[in-house]
């Protein structure tokens, strides 16, 4: 007989929002970190940190998706400095993927 597993998507999708529901701001750690956006929609922010995660792993720390009230916010970091922040966000710019602010959590 066969079992029947789950599949893996399901089971991602269901981590990620997991993820993202259970994310607040004192699960950070301390540091520089890059914002790349503040959505209204939980989904919207993961389908973003998604298509970072694919594209740009080698060059960023963890993303993170953290609700803040109403607004779920996307992080990566920490950074091991500023500069080294600003080097990233400029690099991503330049490729096209829009303004990452820097900032301090």
Request: zero cysteines; charged letters at 20%.
């Amino acid at each position: 007989s066969q079992e029947s597993k789950p599949a893996q998507s399901t089971d991602a999708a269901r981590d990620a929002a997991d993820q993202a529901r259970s994310a607040t701001p004192g699960d950070a750690k301390a540091g520089i970190y890059l914002q790349f956006g503040a959505y209204s929609q939980a989904n919207n922010a993961e389908t973003m940190r998604l298509k970072l995660a694919a594209n740009w792993q080698s060059a960023l720390p963890p993303l993170q998706v953290v609700q803040a009230g109403s607004v779920f916010r996307l992080y990566s970091g920490p950074f091991d400095s500023r500069a080294q922040a600003i080097t990233v966000a400029e690099r991503m710019q330049n490729d096209g993927v829009g303004k990452a602010l820097v900032v301090q959590r």
